[in-house]
């Protein structure tokens, strides 16, 4: 007996150490404050065998920053909230500090947990370290580096981050991005690509994302604008949101497959162009060269039909794949002011080639256009109420085109845009009214954000041109608050089954699952006959949370099934196909 005990100790010891996340309780929240140690010591610091001790902490310091010496490495689930003012709002800043060898952290959190849910809210994170200067090119906000991890981004800034404001190397990841603003950050001469929102760190931005939802955010004085998703993603939509100033391409996500763009504003967007010499390589699209435009997307290709739909595609404009996908494109507004397009033109009079010319960015492109006109071949295809309209912003907006002598908007969008073109880049950068940090001990960004007056346009039209009853775009410079509804909880309260996706599918798809408490559970699936052809979960205990199972049925036949989770005395059945 005292044998077996031993060996049954040591079995234990052994799981506890391999599997920290099952074998230590996170528990409470843990108030920071900014005049302790750096916060990257603070919840690097509180965690037991790479597990955060703490499921929440809490930023209750406003009058002074975080400083943040390292990158803060979160391989559990956890929230790091803020305590915005109840008054004005203001927001804790976490900033980027100068370390010893005058470098400077480039990535503030770094995401390896697989399956884990991390939030992020009410945070105002600052690229620029206390000397000024900034991780040139190399600055994340959040970098996500395991599959199926759900992030939610709340009314956050993120401000002079000079790279990606979220990237992500993995498969199966949620984002859920909302009432945020993303500001400036173009630091290095030629940069036309950064920084973005949120990049598909493929180049061909093929990691296989679940969701995508970004909502309620203003992107300003940025780079590419809100995602590359260019690759395999189920489920993206893109409303409510302000997009000003980009100098690339506001979205570049042609292959969506179930998409909604409604209600998002884009003002002078995709400022630099593209050639004719650009335009014949196929600089910019993954499909073949187009014209530059807001909107661009493609006909699937094999690898992405398959993926996405469940479908065995022939090649790319497959009809059978076709059908099955659903965009939606409703009531945008979009504008490109004189300043830019007296430049455009400008520009093309001066040329010395004709291959120096510029394609000038459109609504839609010719192709894409035709896409949502042929209802046969697409018949998923909508796009209705989208208008070009000024919406009028504060007189601060377009200073950023050409603002003389004010340093805080770089040499302006024009100057740089120029001088990059041109093969003359070296230090210039464009920007709205660019952060500077102040030698004070308690210095703080400053609050309200200096674009808040000016953002809040004077369009009656654009105003009232939404489908939903709120403001066009990011209704935050309206309501002063973040708008509803909120970004999702962190904790399930229901017992639900999801439909698998894709779905139909072939040979796998994923089956998604949330437990409102912790219980025994069954996940298995059926035939039409009731027979049981694969087990995924037997009876096996199961915390609260959510849960995500990608489930290969390649040796059954194609087909109908059905697959049924069971949890005590509830079951939930829904049906998927199998289509070879």
């Known amino acids: 007996m005292k044998a077996l005990f031993t060996t049954t100790f040591l079995f234990a010891m052994m799981v506890f150490l391999l599997s920290p996340k099952q074998s230590f309780a996170q528990s409470g929240t843990l108030t920071v ?9 603070v919840i690097s610091g509180d965690a037991t065998n790479g597990v955060q001790n703490h499921a929440v902490y809490q930023l209750v310091s406003r009058d002074t920053t975080y400083l943040l010496d390292a990158t803060i490495t979160l391989k559990s689930g956890v929230s790091i909230v803020g305590v915005a003012d109840p008054t004005t709002g203001k927001l804790p800043c976490i900033e980027a500090d100068v370390l010893p060898d005058l470098s400077i952290p480039g990535i503030f959190f770094t995401l390896t947990g697989q399956g884990t849910r991390v939030t992020l809210k009410n945070l105002y994170l600052l690229g620029i370290a206390p000397n000024n200067a900034n991780n040139t090119g190399s600055g994340q906000g959040v970098q996500v580096s395991a599959d199926n991890i759900t992030l939610t981004v709340d009314n956050c800034v993120f401000d002079e981050i000079s790279q990606y404001e979220i990237g992500y190397s993995s498969n199966g990841n949620n984002f859920y991005i909302t009432n945020s603003k993303f500001r400036n950050g173009i630091d290095v001469a030629s940069a036309y690509y950064v920084p973005e929102l949120l990049r598909s760190e493929n180049g061909l931005g093929n990691w296989s994302t679940d969701t995508i939802s970004i909502k309620y955010n203003t992107l300003l004085g940025v780079a590419m604008g809100p995602v590359i998703t260019t690759g395999i993603t189920n489920y993206f939509d893109f409303s409510h949101n302000d997009v000003v100033l980009t100098s690339k391409g506001p979205l570049w996500s042609e292959k969506v497959v179930n998409a909604k763009f409604d209600n998002n504003i884009f003002y002078n967007v995709y400022a630099v162009g593209e050639t004719h010499a650009e335009y014949a390589g196929g600089w910019d699209e993954i499909a073949p060269p187009r014209v530059p ?19 065995a595609s022939t090649g790319a404009g497959d009809p059978a794949a076709e059908k099955l996908r659903k965009v939606e494109v409703k009531n945008n507004a979009y504008f490109w002011s004189s300043g830019l397009t007296s430049f455009w033109t400008s520009w093309n009079d001066t040329a010395t080639s004709a291959y120096d010319t510029l394609y000038t960015p459109v609504f839609m492109n010719s192709e894409t256009a035709a896409m949502f006109s042929n209802s046969t071949t697409w018949p998923g295809f909508v796009e209705s109420g989208n208008q070009s ?15 003389g002598s004010d340093t805080s908007y770089g040499v302006g969008l024009l100057a740089w845009v120029t001088a990059v073109r041109n093969g003359k880049g070296t230090t210039e950068s464009f920007s709205y009214q660019k952060t500077a940090v102040g030698t004070a001990l308690n210095w703080t960004p400053t ?4 674009e808040s007056a000016d953002l809040k346009y004077s369009s009656s039209t654009v105003k009232t041109m939404s489908t939903d009853g709120l403001p066009e775009g990011d209704p935050y410079w309206f309501n002063g608050v973040t708008a509803v509804p909120k970004a999702p909880t962190q904790v399930p309260n229901q017992f639900a089954l999801y439909q698998a996706y894709p779905n139909p599918f072939n040979p796998s798809t994923n089956i998604k699952f949330s437990l409102a408490k912790a219980g025994n559970v069954s996940l298995k699936v059926y035939n039409v006959m009731g027979q049981l052809v694969k087990t995924i979960v037997d009876n096996v205990y199961k915390n609260k949370g959510d849960y995500n199972y990608n489930v290969t049925m390649d040796n059954l036949s194609s087909g109908v099934y059905f697959y049924t989770l069971i949890q005590g005395n509830q079951m939930l059945t829904k049906k998927m196909v199998l289509l070879k």
């Open 447 to 450: 609050w309200p954000l200096p």
């Open 33 to 41: 404050y900014a005049n302790g140690p750096t916060l990257d010591k």
């Open 293 to 311: 435009a807001i909107f661009s997307f493609a006909q699937l290709d094999s690898t992405s039909a398959s993926i996405l739909l469940g479908h």
């Open 389 to 403: 309209i000024d919406p009028s912003f504060g007189p601060t907006i377009d200073k950023v085109l050409s603002p």
